[in-house]
């Protein structure tokens, strides 16, 4: 009988094992320990059983019932837990959203065309450099040997901010202070680019901008010349706007570079394009930021972004660069 005990809880814990869902274990547990159970009937046969022999088999049946039920108490921990951990899995929320038509958007044209230039010209060996956009007089004029009356300051018409009394600043009219903030704050040599946002006393149309971008090119050396000038705006149009566009210099004006000259890009049809001015850096410039024009000599150039960036992509005026029309953002 005891062997049969055994052997019933044997089976028993097996079935409870067995159990694959909380149901299956209520009815495994029924079958081991309930009513009709066989362990059930052993223990109502107990009573045609000697005193002695109904001790010992007691004992056993009793041992076996504890065994099956903590079976079955263990089983359901287990079960329950899985049973949960499906439940949340069923239940978690997806809160992603995938649509098949999002529009990731894109940079502006001019930042697009900034990060190219910025590029090309660290690619021949140029720093990025940066500068205020309200400026003081002294680096907007004064120190590019603009004196204060000189009619040239006529041609960059700008907008002076006063601070009260004597004092004024100026939205910069050009790139061009950066030149004397970067002799002031590094020793030459310099080869440095400044892109930039610049501002004008500007009636807006279709070819100018009251807020522009420009960028300015400085390179101070020993033994700086124009053909290195004219070799570095050949180049970079090259590289920019395609093998089948061409330079050239003209003789002009400007206070800070002496000579100076205005250059002009050719585009493939023949037509040319005006680009911006250049120039070797006018001793005077040197001088007012600390450089020994005996020593040193550079070029400069600068230029306007903004129709450079909207005739390498056909875009007639310029205005559209500031449209919030999607139409339009989507073809550039
Ligand atoms: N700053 C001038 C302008 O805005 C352009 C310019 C001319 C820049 C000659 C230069 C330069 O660096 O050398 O019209």
Redo the contacts with the bound molecule.
């Keep these: 009988m005891i062997d049969e005990i055994q052997r019933l809880e044997t089976d028993g814990v097996a079935r409870i094992g067995a159990a694959a869902t909380l149901d299956d274990l209520v009815a495994a547990d029924r079958d081991v320990l309930g009513k009709k159970s066989a362990l059930n009937g052993l223990k109502r046969g107990l009573g045609g059983l000697s005193e002695d022999e109904r001790r010992t088999v007691g004992a056993a049946l009793n041992a076996a019932q504890q065994a099956l039920r903590a079976a079955v108490a263990a089983k359901r921990d287990e079960l329950t837990a899985s049973t949960r951990l499906a439940e949340a899995e069923a239940e978690r929320l997806d809160l992603t959203e995938v649509r098949a038509d999002r529009d990731a958007g894109h940079l502006a044209l001019i930042t697009q065309v900034i990060e190219e230039l910025e590029d090309i010209f660290v690619g021949m060996g140029f720093i990025v450099a940066e500068g205020p956009e309200v400026e003081d007089d002294w680096h907007n004029f004064t120190a590019l040997n603009f004196p204060r009356h000189h009619p040239a300051r006529d ?2 018409d700008t907008f002076f901010v006063g601070l009260g009394g004597e004092r004024e600043v100026v939205m910069r ?4 202070p950066v ?1 004397m903030r970067l002799m002031e704050s590094q020793e030459p040599p310099i080869y440095a680019v400044v892109p930039g946002r ?1 501002y004008r006393n500007e009636a807006t149309d279709a070819t100018h901008l009251a807020v522009f971008h ?1 960028i ?3 390179v101070i050396d020993r033994g700086i010349t124009f053909g290195h000038l004219a070799g570095t705006i050949d180049r970079f149009i090259k590289v920019f706007m395609g093998p089948g566009y061409a330079t050239r210099l003209r003789p ?1 004006y ?1 206070p ?2 002496e000579p ?1 000259a ?1 250059f002009d890009v050719q585009r493939p049809d023949g037509t040319w394009l005006e680009l ?4 070797m ?1 006018h001793p005077n410039v040197l001088r007012n930021g600390g450089i020994d024009p005996e020593a040193w000599s550079g ?6 972004l903004d129709r450079l960036a909207t005739t390498r992509q056909g875009i007639p005026d310029l205005r559209e660069l500031t449209s919030p029309d999607i139409r339009f953002l989507q073809q550039i």
């Design positions: 041609l960059q009219t050009h790139t061009s030149q610049t420009q300015e090119a400085l002009a400007f800070f570079t100076s205005e911006g001015g250049c120039g850096v070029f400069a150039f600068g230029f306007g």
